[in-house]
């Protein structure tokens, strides 16, 4: 089975925000007013950060940093721990799953996951006029009833599936046209639309894939690699 | 006239301890429909929130806990009074909690459903409430939290309603003159308790026994509602030592709830020869020692802390001593220890007036503790904190709801002590001694009589 | 499956937690109503003592 994985090269990465509205569009994230996100109840599945300037006294870098965030998809998720419905759940590759038909809304995973990449729907998803014309009608078929990019309801937690409906439709189109399944038909919208080509995505079991060749490379780290989580969205920092 | 055919030990507060059932009058109605109305506001704030969504609330990204689930770790917490005195102490042989036990309980009966009831308040999606049944995974905090919790609500019930059993057989047979259809209750309830002293010796094996599994369950209770946060990896919360620290604060302020709760009935029901000054005495001396039980957890957790320095730790350690939440955590410790401390040890000898303003500082400041615990490690969570900083300012809907859900104990409380008596009568008789309880044949009339020549 | 993938499964898979619950729940029901009649029938040996009064 493939292990799926991202790696973001933050040596590429322009910090254009590309991916997070590539990502929203792609998912049906919902707006918020902004009222809303002053209160920091934006949903952004992939989020950009300015990093803190850490260092005093010596010369600081003039260049500002950023940091760009999709869920980790954990080998080890703290967030599948804590659910008490399995609405969030690891399938069989890899990737961390959330099913907005059974999610009761306690928002234990939202604080259960040390990276912060849930999200919490605090009231009815809504989009701007016009916007809510153009959702992207692509659906998950699997366990859950209603994942990724299904228009979910209030109350429930969402977060990155490393667009999960673009594997599903991989698979029926390689179906359709007679042919195996390729990993490189898999790409996730913001790997899609990356204007620094700073992102890959692939199978992290497959030695031949640009992800498991750039992960073993002297530049990549892992966020809180000490906290067990064994996350599959490696970094390969600057330099 | 109905014969009275089953047996009452004599007690001389007999007539007091029943003197309120007989009686209703307006004021007490006007207390009820003012808190009915409290309650009522909060169902109406509860509604409009089930409507609109949780984004009514001031919880948001990275606090997604409130508010709500202060209440909850504080409601159930409060509900540990009833059982360490009747239980614990129960145990202990410590005689001089016979008068405290209904009371202490009754506060144990009538928050824990307002513990659950924050829960579903802080749902999502509270009409998905049985997917915990249907679909639970028992690695899940939650759901040992829900079986816990409901285990101890069940058991409550059960102990308290066994413990009231003699007593509702007390009032069925002495109360001929409130209305019909609370006589029906009482005999409905009673169960045909006859006082036999075969039901007496099996009705004290049966509380003996439960007082020991009480005691259990309530250990087993808070731990596990601690555990909730401490199973995560946020800092602040991922520590050992937040079983114990949560289990100490929950005896702790449930015990100053009875003190408060015990100085109300005391004075609006006269009831000065049954709950003697005696008992609040004793309670001072417990309260000393959870007051500084409690420091040394606090001590022993912080101290811990600031010598790791480990910086994520250090963040949240930082926004509760000098950070956004100083002015709380402060006030808080002065609330908790010192101030308290001050006065039992100088000022609450004897006085219940100092007894009553320590335990309710006691209780404010548990409450904002548990705020402490909770909010201060969202703000700071492990990773975010280097990325975003988040703030919570509760919204008025949070404060109504939380204003109903004491309302609703109040009442609960307040109505109960209107139908059953809030002392237990039979248990602190003073002829009701357990060796006296032989199951042996004697004729029930004739064992009353002889009683009181020999008294 | 060895023993330890059959506890993992308990507890991983949905559906076995809810389970626990109901049968703690049920459990502590039967117990508590057997608890409770045994009490109240705890005097009926010396029952016929009263009847013959009557």
């Given at each position: 089975?493939?292990?799926?994985?991202?790696?973001?090269?933050?040596?590429?990465?322009?910090?254009?925000?590309?991916?997070?509205?590539?990502?929203?569009?792609?998912?049906?994230?919902?707006?918020?007013?902004?009222?809303?996100?002053?209160?920091?109840?934006?949903?952004?599945?992939?989020?950009?950060?300015?990093?803190?300037?850490?260092?005093?006294?010596?010369?600081?870098?003039?260049?500002?940093?950023?940091?760009?965030?999709?869920?980790?998809?954990?080998?080890?998720?703290?967030?599948?721990?804590?659910?008490?419905?399995?609405?969030?759940?690891?399938?069989?590759?890899?990737?961390?799953?959330?099913?907005?038909?059974?999610?009761?809304?306690?928002?234990?995973?939202?604080?259960?996951?040390?990276?912060?990449?849930?999200?919490?729907?605090?009231?009815?998803?809504?989009?701007?006029?016009?916007?809510?014309?153009?959702?992207?009608?692509?659906?998950?078929?699997?366990?859950?009833?209603?994942?990724?990019?299904?228009?979910?309801?209030?109350?429930?937690?969402?977060?990155?599936?490393?667009?999960?409906?673009?594997?599903?439709?991989?698979?029926?189109?390689?179906?359709?046209?007679?042919?195996?399944?390729?990993?490189?038909?898999?790409?996730?919208?913001?790997?899609?639309?990356?204007?620094?080509?700073?992102?890959?995505?692939?199978?992290?079991?497959?030695?031949?894939?640009?992800?498991?060749?750039?992960?073993?490379?002297?530049?990549?780290?892992?966020?809180?690699?000490?906290?067990?989580?064994?996350?599959?969205?490696?970094?390969?920092?600057?330099? | 006239?109905?014969?009275?055919?089953?047996?009452?030990?004599?007690?001389?507060?007999?007539?007091?301890?029943?003197?309120?059932?007989?009686?209703?009058?307006?004021?007490?109605?006007?207390?009820?429909?003012?808190?009915?109305?409290?309650?009522?506001?909060?169902?109406?704030?509860?509604?409009?929130?089930?409507?609109?969504?949780?984004?009514?609330?001031?919880?948001?990204?990275?606090?997604?806990?409130?508010?709500?689930?202060?209440?909850f770790?504080?409601f159930i917490?409060l509900a540990h009074?009833g059982t360490?005195?009747?239980?614990?102490?129960?145990?202990?042989?410590?005689?001089?909690?016979?008068?405290?036990?209904?009371?202490?309980e009754a506060i144990t009966l009538f928050s824990l459903p307002f513990g659950v009831a924050s829960i579903v308040?802080?749902?999502?999606?509270?009409?998905?409430?049985?997917?915990?049944?249907?679909?639970?995974?028992?690695?899940?905090?939650?759901?040992?939290d829900f079986t816990a919790v409901s285990l101890y609500l069940f058991s409550s019930v059960v102990f308290f309603y066994?413990?009231?059993?003699?007593?509702?057989?007390?009032?069925?047979?002495?109360?001929?003159?409130?209305?019909?259809?609370?006589?029906?209750?009482?005999?409905?309830?009673?169960?045909?308790?006859?006082?036999?002293?075969?039901?007496?010796?099996?009705?004290?094996?049966?509380?003996?026994?439960m007082?020991?599994f009480m005691?259990?369950v309530v250990?087993t209770v808070h731990?596990v509602v601690?555990?909730?946060?401490?199973?995560?990896?946020?800092?602040?919360?991922?520590?050992?030592?937040?079983?114990?620290?949560?289990?100490?604060?929950?005896?702790?302020?449930?015990?100053?709830?009875?003190?408060?709760?015990?100085?109300?009935?005391?004075?609006?029901?006269?009831?000065?020869?049954?709950?003697?000054?005696?008992?609040?005495?004793?309670?001072?001396?417990?309260?000393?020692?959870?007051?500084?039980?409690?420091?040394?957890?606090?001590?022993?957790?912080?101290?811990?802390?600031?010598?790791?320095?480990?910086?994520?730790?250090?963040?949240?350690?930082?926004?509760?001593?000098?950070?956004?939440?100083?002015?709380?955590?402060?006030?808080?410790?002065?609330?908790?220890?010192?101030?308290?401390?001050?006065?039992?040890?100088?000022?609450?000898?004897?006085?219940?007036?100092?007894?009553?303003?320590?335990?309710?500082?006691?209780?404010?400041?548990?409450?904002?503790?548990?705020?402490?615990?909770?909010?201060?490690?969202?703000?700071?969570?492990?990773?975010?904190?280097?990325?975003?900083?988040?703030?919570?300012?509760?919204?008025?809907?949070?404060?109504?709801?939380?204003?109903?859900?004491?309302?609703?104990l109040?009442?609960l409380?307040?109505?109960?002590?209107?139908?059953?008596?809030?002392?237990?009568?039979?248990?602190?008789?003073?002829?009701?001694?357990?060796?006296?309880?032989?199951?042996?044949?004697?004729?029930?009339?004739?064992?009353?009589?002889?009683?009181?020549?020999?008294? | 499956?060895?023993?330890?993938?059959?506890?993992?499964?308990?507890?991983?898979?949905?559906?076995?937690?809810?389970?626990?619950v109901?049968?703690v729940i049920?459990?502590a029901a039967?117990?508590y109503?057997?608890?409770?009649?045994?009490?109240?029938?705890?005097?009926?040996?010396?029952?016929?003592?009263?009847?013959?009064?009557?």
């Open positions: 089975m493939p292990k799926w994985s991202m790696v973001i090269d933050l040596d590429k990465c322009v910090a254009c925000q590309g991916c997070s509205i590539a990502c929203r569009f792609e998912n049906n994230t919902p707006i918020v007013p902004p009222s809303e996100a002053a209160l920091g109840r934006s949903i952004l599945w992939n989020e950009v950060f300015p990093l803190r300037h850490e260092e005093e006294g010596a010369i600081a870098s003039d260049q500002a940093k950023f940091l760009t965030r999709p869920c980790m998809h954990c080998e080890n998720p703290p967030c599948v721990k804590v659910c008490p419905v399995e609405a969030t759940y690891q399938d069989e590759e890899g990737i961390v799953r959330q099913n907005y038909a059974r999610c009761i809304g306690c928002r234990f995973c939202t604080v259960g996951c040390p990276y912060g990449v849930r999200y919490f729907n605090w009231y009815e998803p809504s989009w701007e006029e016009g916007l809510d014309q153009h959702l992207n009608p692509d659906r998950v078929s699997g366990r859950g009833d209603l994942e990724g990019p299904a228009v979910r309801p209030k109350g429930v937690v969402e977060k990155c599936t490393y667009c999960i409906h673009r594997l599903h439709k991989a698979h029926d189109r390689a179906e359709a046209e007679g042919r195996a399944f390729r990993a490189e038909d898999y790409v996730p919208a913001c790997v899609q639309t990356c204007t620094g080509k700073a992102r890959f995505f692939g199978d992290l079991d497959d030695p031949n894939s640009s992800v498991s060749q750039l992960a073993q490379s002297r530049r990549a780290f892992r966020l809180l690699e000490e906290a067990g989580t064994h996350p599959k969205t490696i970094y390969l920092h600057e330099g | 006239m109905r014969r009275e055919t089953t047996y009452h030990p004599e007690n001389k507060d007999t007539t007091a301890v029943l003197a309120p059932l007989r009686d209703l009058p307006n004021r007490d109605l006007l207390l009820w429909a003012l808190l009915a109305g409290v309650v009522g506001v909060g169902v109406l704030a509860y509604v409009r929130q089930f409507i609109l969504g949780l984004g009514v609330t001031g919880m948001n990204r990275p606090i997604y806990w409130g508010v709500y689930i202060t209440n770790v504080f917490g009074s360490f005195i009747s239980a614990i102490l129960r145990i202990a042989g410590a005689e001089w909690r016979k008068p405290l036990t209904r009371a202490a308040v802080d749902m999502g999606r509270p009409d998905r409430l049985l997917n915990v049944i249907i679909y639970g995974r028992f690695e899940s905090p939650l759901l040992w066994l413990s009231l059993l003699p007593d509702i057989a007390l009032c069925r047979d002495r109360l001929n003159d409130v209305p019909s259809w609370q006589q029906r209750m009482y005999r409905i309830l009673a169960l045909g308790w006859k006082g036999t002293p075969g039901q007496y010796h099996r009705l004290e094996k049966v509380l003996d026994g007082a020991i005691t259990l250990v731990t601690s555990w909730v946060f401490g199973m995560t990896l946020q800092p602040g919360w991922h520590t050992a030592l937040i079983g114990p620290f949560f289990l100490l604060g929950a005896i702790f302020s449930g015990t100053a709830a009875v003190v408060i709760v015990l100085a109300i009935l005391r004075r609006v029901y006269k009831l000065e020869e049954a709950l003697p000054l005696s008992l609040f005495n004793s309670l001072r001396k417990l309260l000393i020692v959870f007051s500084i039980g409690w420091l040394y957890m606090m001590i022993a957790e912080h101290l811990t802390i600031f010598y790791g320095n480990m910086p994520e730790e250090m963040e949240v350690f930082w926004q509760r001593f000098t950070g956004d939440f100083a002015s709380i955590f402060w006030l808080m410790v002065i609330f908790v220890f010192f101030i308290p401390l001050y006065i039992f040890l100088f000022r609450a000898k004897n006085s219940i007036k100092w007894m009553v303003i320590a335990s309710i500082l006691i209780n404010i400041g548990m409450w904002l503790e548990r705020y402490i615990v909770i909010i201060p490690t969202e703000t700071r969570p492990r990773l975010l904190y280097e990325l975003v900083q988040g703030a919570y300012t509760p919204t008025l809907t949070e404060w109504i709801i939380t204003l109903s859900l004491f309302a609703g109040v009442l409380y307040a109505i109960f002590t209107r139908f059953f008596p809030i002392i237990p009568l039979w248990e602190t008789t003073e002829t009701l001694a357990p060796e006296e309880f032989q199951p042996r044949r004697r004729r029930i009339f004739g064992v009353r009589r002889r009683r009181k020549e020999n008294a | 499956m060895s023993i330890g993938e059959w506890i993992s499964a308990f507890f991983t898979v949905s559906g076995p937690g809810g389970i626990v109901l049968f049920g459990l039967l117990v109503f057997w608890l409770t009649r045994w009490i109240i029938t705890g005097g009926e040996e010396q029952k016929s003592d009263y009847d013959r009064i009557r």
